[in-house]
């Protein structure tokens, strides 16, 4: 459970599901609430239904990106203000080729996690980026 006593919601954006799987599995032994989507377009529907704590968002993925992805999120008010935490095997590198630089907050994004993800990383990041 949170530290806040209710429990946060975690929106997993990713075509891979056996990344989301192990994403979720560790969030949810934490006390998250974990909802899934296969694509930016999926996504994007359940950020608007579910409006989530927190974005984990992958960044290659078919049929919508990562970056579109991100930039519709920052399009729509309601959703704005939603952390977002990119998740790539390109780690930053994938950031800076769009013209994300090191350590800015760009479209939402507090943070690039690169794949795999060691656990106990994931959930320090998440924690800091729903304390923002």
């Not at 993925?61 to 999120?73: A, I, Q, R, S, W």
Request: charged share 30%.
């Amino acid at each position: 459970m949170s530290s806040n006593n209710f429990v946060r919601t975690i929106l997993i954006i990713d075509d891979d599901d056996d990344t989301a799987a192990a994403l979720s599995c560790i969030l949810e032994s934490t006390g998250y609430r974990v909802r899934r989507a296969a694509d930016g377009d999926e996504g994007l529907r359940m950020a608007a239904s579910e409006q989530p704590d927190l974005i984990i968002l992958d960044f290659m993925m078919p049929v919508k990106d990562g970056f579109c992805t991100c930039k519709e999120l920052n399009a729509r008010a309601e959703l704005r203000r939603v952390p977002i935490i990119a998740l790539t095997a390109f780690g930053q590198d994938i950031g800076e080729e769009h013209g994300l630089e090191r350590g800015t907050v760009i479209n939402g994004i507090k943070e690039f996690l690169e794949k795999p993800v060691e656990p106990n990383i994931l959930l320090e990041r998440v924690a800091a980026a729903l304390k923002d």
